[in-house]
């Protein structure tokens, strides 16, 4: 059809100049151009920025740099242990995410009588602002007063004296559960999606054949929910990698809860370094480029060949 | 076809962005040719009489009122010039940032800025206040003397003291005998009935640590600005002696997690005999579950020191890119003097920074404590004075938080922070 239509107008469009592609390039070049404006241009800038030292003494004072801001973060002890706290709260909290999500997602999607309460009553967290979240636990994990205390010491439970976010390894920990708390349901809510999609008489054809619910859950439903799965941890696995407000709220980045961002932050908004701020962020921006590009290369194939084979 | 064409559109597109990334910061490049700091910009005190145009105040939310009724009072009394109130947000901050944003960017908006005592060095250094140090000497003595002196950076005064603040120690009169004198009887008696304060990892426990470190008799820097002096003998003492208080309990451990709003808390529901915070707490005090069972006192003294503590408060400055910077001085002229001085410790709570202010009489029945307050004000010192105290009030808490956790020796911890300090003095 399209190539009788095209001899047919050739002539007409002759005239006007354009083919019908260099239209459709014109017209989305508006739209391309928005986008480059408010992303690649920021991104770009903050790169020239990072390659340059700005004085905090005299006013405008600036000189190239070249690498020296990248050399002075990735020398410095402060940004390994950054990078090391960031992908361990990644890593644990979306894997529980993931395990919890999944669970309840799998409650959601059966048939029984105020399921559809549930499922408002099960997306609060999630609706909730994340610094709202973190005051929440805050106070929650306060030392004499807070909650999580007071219950521990009422069930003569171990732990009622232990200062949850002015220690060590419990400050992440309370992070990591503020995280899980208010991300699951989002978790949840993707993998649902994923489940509706599943069709009936797969797991007919299952019963038929005798098997068991466990091993219709792990040879029917795993392998056809694996698309929403690797869709879920890849928003899940960026987000959680510029975690921010949870840090800065809860302990201000003390006792081992310092992440990229919010060591980012301090160096280029309360120090005003912005020279090395900016190389921090774009030294971020980068971690969680190659974590995106490496789920897409491992995963994104994956999605295709799964799509290819349904 | 296609795709090469597509692409071709994209790499042009991203060319033109690309130039202008370039030139957007070829521009800061550009004004580097300027070298001495600050802006060159001064204001002398008979400036005020050439007062007109309108011009906008830009300080932190107005909780009580009190800020729009002097734009009010000044609006009746000045035809010439009108003034504007504009609102930031409540956090310190955020109102720097929404400050700092603006003067990057030159704008004309704000024309008098309320400035937290710290940030002096910095707008100083960028060239974004002017110098209004003839108008400081001109009525000099009316000002209790630090809050003079938390205007002051190079020499030169480059802001109006509006309001001040400093720390007091408040206590449980049902469990201490007497009005305590030194720290370390407070820290004695606290063994039993321990003491809160700012412990957790930010700007408040520097405050708190260098409190102590001042009444010691030590320093942050020498008094050029040049040497790091924070790990003399009297810092060893004074942050072992705050060690000591967490390790032996004097101070619980959930002090290292507190910031004003928590030791309050847990002073008000009886879990530390002692409290160190801010004069705000009185008020609050007054109707708290403790009502009726605690008082109020300057920081004590150091054994064998003296007293002092560390002057906070907000200090007016004019913006260098101000379109009536007359006006702006006229504005700040008139409030800060002794009518608006009463209406704003009266309505605000926060102490007032002429000497008289404190001796008036409504001031007195608003602030009981103001005889304290005046004496808490008039020990205090400034923090150290620099364009990078942000990276030297971390280099301080972190180390401190570092020891008082027990993770670090106060020796080492000090020996950092002096390094980290000293790196910082060499920012560019």
């Known amino acids: ?310 | 076809m296609r795709p090469r064409r597509i692409a071709s559109v994209f790499l042009a597109v991203a060319t033109v962005i690309g130039l202008a990334a370039c030139g957007g910061g070829g521009g800061g490049g550009a004004e580097g040719t300027t070298t001495s700091g600050g802006s060159g910009k001064t204001l002398s005190a008979s400036d005020a009489q050439n007062a007109k145009g309108n011009i906008t105040w830009c300080i932190g939310k107005d909780t009580t009122g009190a800020f729009s009724q002097m734009v009010k009072l000044y609006n009746q009394q000045s035809s010439d010039s009108q003034a504007k109130l504009i609102e930031l947000p409540t956090s310190a901050d955020q109102q720097r940032t929404q400050q700092v944003q603006r003067l990057r960017a030159k704008s004309p908006e704000c024309d008098v800025l309320g400035i937290d005592t710290i940030w002096t060095a910095e707008y100083a250094s960028q060239g974004w206040i002017y110098d209004v140090s003839d108008v400081i000497n001109s009525r000099k003595s009316d000002f209790i003397a630090s809050t003079v002196d938390s205007a002051k950076y190079n020499g030169k005064y480059w802001a109006v003291p509006f309001n001040t603040n400093a720390g007091f120690l408040y206590y449980r009169t049902d469990e201490v005998q007497s009005k305590p004198t030194t720290w370390q009887q407070v820290y004695n008696q606290a063994k039993s009935d321990h003491i809160v304060y700012q412990g957790a990892r930010y700007e408040g426990l520097t405050v708190d640590f260098l409190e102590l470190l001042y009444s010691a008799g030590g320093k942050v820097l020498s008094d050029d600005g040049k040497t790091v002096e924070i790990d003399s003998p009297e810092a060893q003492d004074v942050l072992t002696f705050m060690a000591n208080g967490v390790k032996d309990g004097a101070a619980p451990r959930s002090v290292l997690t507190y910031m004003e709003q928590e030791s309050k808390d847990a002073w008000f529901n009886g879990k530390a005999a002692y409290l160190r915070n801010w004069p705000y707490v009185y008020a609050e005090a007054k109707t708290s579950p403790i009502k009726g069972k605690w008082a109020i006192t300057t920081l004590p003294k150091w054994e064998g020191a003296s007293a002092s503590g560390v002057i906070g408060g907000y200090n007016l400055a004019i913006s260098a890119y101000s379109k009536h910077p007359e006006a702006a001085l006229s504005f700040v002229d008139f409030v800060t003097q002794p009518k608006q001085q009463v209406t704003m410790a009266t309505k605000t709570s926060l102490p007032p920074v002429l000497t008289q202010t404190y001796d008036n009489a409504a001031v007195k029945k608003a602030l009981p404590f103001a005889p304290q307050l005046r004496a808490a004000v008039q020990q205090a010192k400034p923090r150290p004075i620099s364009p990078v105290y942000p990276l030297i009030s971390e280099a301080i808490y972190k180390n401190v938080y570092s020891a008082l956790q027990g993770n670090t020796s106060p020796d080492s911890a000090l020996k950092k922070a002096k390094s980290q300090i000293e790196s910082a003095l060499k920012t560019f």
């Open chain 1, 1 to 310: 059809v399209a190539t009788v239509d095209a001899t047919v107008s050739r002539p007409r469009r002759r005239r006007s100049g354009l083919s019908e592609r260099r239209l459709a390039a014109l017209m989305i070049s508006p739209s391309l151009l928005v986008i480059l404006l408010v992303a690649a241009y920021p991104i770009g800038y903050a790169i020239w920025l990072s390659l340059n030292e700005y004085s905090v003494r005299v006013p405008g004072l600036s000189r190239f740099a070249g690498l020296k801001n990248y050399r002075e973060a990735l020398t410095s002890s402060e940004f390994w242990s950054a990078v090391k706290t960031t992908f361990l709260f990644t890593g644990i909290s979306v894997s529980l995410e993931l395990v919890i999500g999944l669970a309840m997602a799998l409650a959601m999607h059966e048939a029984f009588k105020g399921r559809a309460i549930l499922r408002t009553v099960v997306l609060v967290p999630w609706a909730i602002l994340t610094v709202v979240t973190a005051m929440t636990w805050r106070s929650i994990f306060s030392p004499d007063l807070g909650f999580a205390n007071t219950v521990l010491r009422t069930l003569h439970l171990p732990g009622a004296h232990v200062v949850w976010l002015g220690e060590s390894p419990y400050a992440l920990g309370v992070m990591i559960f503020a995280d899980v708390w208010k991300t699951a349901p989002f978790m949840a809510l993707l993998l649902l999606a994923g489940l509706q999609v599943i069709p009936e008489d797969v797991y007919d054809a299952a019963k038929v054949d005798g098997a068991t619910a466990w091993q219709r859950f792990w040879h029917v439903t795993l392998p056809l929910l694996r698309p929403a799965i690797l869709v879920a941890l890849i928003f899940r696995t960026l987000d959680a990698l510029r975690v921010f407000d949870l840090a800065f709220v809860l302990t201000q980045g003390a006792n081992g809860t310092e992440t990229l961002s919010l060591y980012a932050q301090q160096v280029l908004t309360d120090n005003r370094i912005v020279g090395l701020g900016s190389a921090l962020s774009v030294l971020t921006f980068g971690i969680v480029m190659i974590v995106s590009f490496a789920y897409i290369y491992f995963v994104g194939g994956n999605i295709r060949t799964l799509a290819e084979d349904t």
